[in-house]
């Protein structure tokens, strides 16, 4: 629920929340809402929401705080799913992908190997793949999705066993996931092992090796440290994942039309800015984690695509989001499987 005042103060709310609550001496904001992510503070998409909330609160002279919790802080991503459709939570940014425990076809661009550049991947996003899956969204009734989806990014393979060079390469291999039906379904149809965990349980079971691998764009496998406790990163690019920001319907329909004005252009201005961080950030990165101790090595696509069609994946999937959202994303990425 939106907190209506720093008087109503919750003790959960974690450190971001501590520091603004410690200001004092400024003027309690009419409207406090609370935003939630799963990744760390270094990440782009922390720095960029922390710039926005703080244009939002000089625009709205003080009327509006957006309050922070990064890092999983109110609970994992399927509580905070939980949490923002009840409203406990006012926004959230999620993959599209978890999000389908909702909205089925909010998964689509997570199809394997669909996606071959970011120019495609922004064609379809902020056309009409992404206005379709954003109509689905709404659709819910308890939340929708502002029109910037933001970057996750192109996803690689990261084990602390081998390179993952070829198909056969995944067989068996234990591979953490994140909770959604695509995600098993895309390492099952390579014989692979994978076992759904949320991120903030991601670090810890590398650690304790309960997984020997998992998958996420560089950019997270920088921020959240997973070079850490993963020894090899191949370059699979196996799907291209992004961040919808979703907010809670009824929530947002309690605040004022000059209000939802001013936060809709800073969050979307902050979802293409965030985009822009990733990409300059990912650049850089194959060199500075070798340096921190990763082994890299490039992968073709064309096996591992050959082994989803075999095994019926993309028919499989096609059937399941159905023929009008299929097509749409046909339409940006060419004839699939
Ligand atoms: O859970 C993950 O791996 C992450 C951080 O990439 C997502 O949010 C899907």
């Known amino acids: 629920m939106p907190v209506l005042s720093r008087r109503h ?11 603004s609550f410690a200001i004092g001496t400024a003027k309690a904001a009419q409207f406090t809402y609370k935003y939630a992510n799963n990744l760390p503070l270094a990440h782009p998409m922390n720095k960029r929401a922390a710039e926005a909330a703080a244009a939002i609160k000089k625009e709205t002279g003080g009327r509006f705080e957006l309050q922070i919790f990064p890092s999983s802080q109110l609970g994992s991503d399927t509580d905070t799913l939980d949490q923002i459709r009840s409203g406990a939570v006012d926004f959230f940014t999620l993959s599209g992908l978890i999000l389908s425990t909702l909205v089925p076809v909010a998964a689509i661009n997570g199809i ?35 029109d910037t989806i933001w970057d996750n990014g192109f996803r690689q393979t ?21 909770p959604a ?13 994978p076992t759904t965990i949320n991120f903030n349980e991601v670090y810890t079971s590398l650690q304790s090796k309960v997984v020997d691998g998992e998958e996420n764009p560089l950019a997270i496998v920088d921020t959240a440290k997973l070079y850490e406790v993963q020894k090899y990163c191949s370059l699979t690019n196996h799907m291209w994942d992004g961040f919808w920001f ?19 252009k800073h969050i979307n201005a902050a979802g293409l800015a965030e985009r822009t961080d990733v990409a300059a950030l990912t650049t850089g990165l194959q060199k500075s984690l070798t340096a921190k101790g990763m082994v890299f090595n490039t992968v073709d696509p064309a096996p591992f695509r050959d082994k989803l069609k075999s095994a019926g994946f993309y028919k499989d999937w096609q059937g399941k989001f159905g023929k009008d959202a299929w097509s749409k994303l046909e339409e940006s990425v060419g004839t699939l499987g």
Do not use: C, H
Request: hydrophobic share 50%.
């Open 9 to 19: 103060f919750n003790k959960a709310a974690g450190a971001l929340a501590v520091s």
């Open 112 to 146: 394997g190997f669909a996606f071959k550049d970011y120019p495609t991947v922004w064609k379809a996003m902020d056309g009409g793949l992404g206005a379709y899956v954003r109509g689905e969204i709404a659709k819910s009734g308890s939340i929708f999705a502002f």
């Open 158 to 178: 990261t084990t602390s066993s081998k390179p993952i060079v070829t198909p056969a390469d995944l067989v068996n291999l234990k591979i953490r996931v994140p």
């Open 181 to 193: 039906a695509l995600w098993t379904s895309m390492y099952k149809a390579f014989g692979a092992a």
């Open 246 to 264: 979703l907010a809670n319907s009824a929530n947002w329909k309690a605040l004022p039309p000059d209000i939802q004005a001013i936060v809709t």
